[in-house]
């Protein structure tokens, strides 16, 4: 998969709220770590990009 650069604060909510709560759907999920192409946290690219 890729990475879509969030284009404001408003998307970066949006994809932080997807993800969670697809991570949420399964009952023994409580912390994970949600990675991209291997090489970034999905929140440290929302925070800072993959610049």
């Known amino acids: 998969g890729g990475f879509t650069k969030p284009k404001d604060d408003c998307d970066k909510k949006l994809y932080r709220a997807q993800v969670w ?3 949420r759907q399964f009952p023994e999920v409580w912390r994970a770590y949600i ?12 925070v800072v990009g993959d610049g």
Not at 35 to 46: C, F, I, M, R, S
């Open 21 to 23: 709560d697809t991570a």
């Open 35 to 46: 990675w991209v192409n291997d090489k970034y946290l999905l929140g440290d690219l929302l």
